[in-house]
């Protein structure tokens, strides 16, 4: 029972030491002086909107109505993911340049947000990662030639593909710096603030977690953000404030579930953001809304604010139109080049209502309904009905604002569809559908799109991880023990009926009982989940070791983010099945007589016998030659998790196929007796 002990002892305390140390490391605890900062600025934010409410109710003031006028209006647009590349898809280029000449000049916006990876960073064979120049001249070649910086601001942030393979800031590899708009004066965090003719201010936050330094691909991911760096944010926020900001907007690159937060606690960055009661938004990219999985990647984070991932420019031509209206923020996501465009803003879809943010009353006290609607030619014809009524016409109240009368006590309960219809003179139509409610209740967002962006992604990567090693080592120790107990008399053979799991368990358990099989296995295990993986350039010049729990590299440790996740790949996809064939070549050599051989096959047939073992070796060599790629000949030769485990795996098969007698003695005590078919002499 020492044994029994001892070894599930082992296997708890190993799991649990990784997921300590890589949660350690991302600082998932709270700093005190953070903390202070952040309780006062909320508690700050509370005074203000009384004071506010003070002056509306006591003072004479009037609450903003969403009447006629286009006054209180203020529209923006956003774009994500570039990806101008050197390498493929030279259609990016001249579509950015038909969005900064075309789009920008029918919408104008007050602002343009571009949020993160603006070049593609890829090397010629894709694999690789490294900055170009070429790139980032193409990049702000675009913005000048089309002179979108003239017709508006233009506030773009890093993106990882931005940061892979720079050591540090203001490093020659830091070309973000140089070739962006904000880079000079804004290397990381800042704040802008716009300020319209009717007095409202509205305050764009960008959040830049770019890991420093930027290592390499695939290791950078997921960002981070610094003690100092989060400091410097809450000083952004506090900045905004002091400058009576009515609206917030953050932005950044990374969703919150993809930033990694010292000192704000399990919450992270939502911490922060939610503690300043005028931020309405976190708009963001990088997912590329999961290949298509999550089309709508939207969700109402616990802290009180919208989160909304944009989709890519890169291949969907994705852009986003945004607007505060009288107070209510509203949106819709674009596919580059489809016209007309319409953005209804009173009453909005009631999937994006922020209560404790937006006046609650405000569109029940609407007396009209309001559009924004935007086209290459003149809009003729412009309508709009609710549920089954009439369709009605709007009229022009601006520009781009159309209004028509309603009465909002006729909906005042439960949900209702608005549908409008826009021609314009050239005969392009649009037709947009949403439902809204008055009565102040809310539609669900996406089951996946609220797991995505509200789950730490750090920890679903840590729990495939710890899943995929209790899946190679638990039945391994389990009938390691079971197979003791019952050679020490403590209980009895087992008896299963049940043909398939007879199988496997006989397997699994012969497997336990040979030392020279299962210590290399559950030993290179355990290893992956505490040693070193690799040495080598994690980025150019630089050599770093790489450990599942993080990467120490230029005097930096940057914590374990997607090395869980390639963990879990190397555990559950080529390490199970390995222990699986095995488990097989075992059993096979068990029942083998001693008299015979086995048979001699020619190269294709021992490879077509030996096909599943083959295909996994050589998805490993892929494995490590990426790796070489990637880092260079060192992390090749030093990889203990790619190339390291393609000369243990060989080994182990060849010792699985060819074991001497004396290995299998332990199993053949429980396992021979009748009625089982008789091993080879294995007591004589």
């Not at 700093?31 to 700050?44: E, P, T």
């Not at 008399?489 to 007879?502: D, E, L, W």
């Not at 390995?578 to 050599?589: E, H, M, P, S, T």
């Amino acid at each position: 029972m020492r044994f029994t002990t001892a070894a599930i002892a082992l296997i708890a305390f190993i799991v649990i030491f990784s997921i300590f140390v890589a949660n350690v490391a991302n600082l998932v605890g709270i700093d005190s002086k953070i903390s202070r900062r952040l309780d006062a600025a909320y508690s700050r934010g509370q005074q203000r909107l009384q004071q506010q409410q003070q002056q509306l109710d006591g003072e004479g003031g009037e609450p903003f109505r969403l009447d006629d006028s286009p006054r209180h209006l203020m529209w923006f647009l956003q774009i994500s993911d570039i990806h101008i590349s050197l390498y493929l898809d030279p259609t990016r280029i001249p579509h950015l340049i038909d969005f900064c000449n075309r789009t920008v000049d029918i919408i104008r916006p007050s602002v343009v947000l571009a949020s993160g990876d603006l070049t593609d960073a890829k090397t010629s064979n894709f694999l690789g990662s490294q900055q170009h120049e070429q790139e980032w001249r193409w990049y702000r070649e675009v913005l000048r030639e089309t002179n979108v910086l003239n017709k508006t601001t233009w506030l773009d942030i890093r993106g990882n593909h931005d940061n892979f393979n720079v050591p540090a800031l203001q490093a020659k590899q830091d070309l973000f710096t140089n070739y962006s708009v904000q880079g000079k004066n804004h290397p990381r965090s800042y704040l802008h603030q716009v300020e319209t003719k009717d007095g409202d201010r509205y305050s764009f936050i960008a959040v830049d977690a770019c890991l420093d330094p930027g290592p390499k691909r695939p290791f950078n991911f997921v960002g981070m953000l610094s003690m100092n760096e989060t400091q410097h944010i809450i000083n952004l926020a506090e900045q905004s404030r002091a400058m009576n900001t009515n609206y917030t907007v953050w932005f950044g690159h990374y969703p919150t579930s993809c930033i990694l937060t010292p000192g704000l606690g399990t919450s992270g960055i939502r911490n922060l953001i939610g503690k300043y009661q005028e931020g309405y938004a976190y708009l963001c990219g990088h997912f590329h809304k999961l290949g298509g999985a999550v089309p709508q990647m939207y969700t109402m984070q616990n802290e009180g604010f919208l989160e909304l991932e944009l989709g890519d420019w890169m291949k969907n031509r994705m852009y986003r139109l945004a607007a505060f209206d009288h107070g209510q923020f509203s949106f819709v996501d674009l596919q580059h080049n489809q016209w007309p465009v319409v953005l209804v803003t009173n009453p909005k879809n009631a999937l994006f209502n922020i209560p404790g943010k937006e006046d609650p009353h405000a569109q029940l006290d609407s007396s009209h309904i309001r559009l924004l609607a935007f086209s290459p030619a003149k809009i003729t014809e412009c309508q709009v009905k609710v549920d089954r009524e009439e369709w009605v016409d709007c009229r022009r109240a601006s520009n781009e604002l159309f209004v028509v009368p309603w009465e909002p006590r006729k909906f005042s309960y439960g949900v209702h569809k608005l549908s409008v219809f826009i021609r314009d003179e050239d005969g392009r139509y649009r037709v947009v559908e949403h439902e809204f409610t008055l009565d102040g209740s809310r539609k669900k967002f996406s089951l996946l799109a609220r797991f995505v962006l509200m789950y730490d992604t750090n920890k679903i990567f840590q729990g495939f991880f710890s899943v995929a090693l209790i899946a190679c080592l638990l039945p391994l120790c389990v009938f390691r023990i079971w197979h003791t107990l019952v050679r020490n008399g403590a209980v009895a053979r087992p008896r299963i009926r049940t043909y398939c799991c007879r199988g496997w368990i006989r397997k699994m358990w012969i497997l336990s009982t040979v030392d020279r099989l299962i210590f290399p296995i559950v030993g290179y295990c355990l290893y992956l989940t505490c040693g070193p993986w690799s040495f080598g350039e994690v980025i150019d010049g630089h050599l770093g070791i790489v450990f599942v729990w993080g990467i120490f590299v230029n005097g930096s440790f940057l914590p374990g983010t997607l090395t869980y996740f390639y963990g879990f790949f190397q555990l559950m996809f080529c390490q199970l099945p390995l222990i699986v064939i095995y488990a097989n070549n075992v059993v096979k050599r068990f029942y083998r007589p001693p008299s015979s051989a086995e048979k001699k096959l020619n190269f294709l047939a021992a490879t077509w016998q030996n096909l599943p073992f083959v295909l996994i070796m050589v998805v490993e060599l892929l494995l490590a030659l990426i790796f070489w790629n990637a880092y260079g000949t060192l992390a090749f030769i030093i990889t203990p998790l790619r190339t390291w485990s393609i000369v243990l795996n060989l080994f182990l098969w060849y010792q699985s196929k060819n074991l001497p007698d004396k290995c299998l003695c332990s199993a053949a005590a429980v396992w021979c007796p009748p009625p089982e078919p008789k091993p080879s002499a294995l007591g004589q």
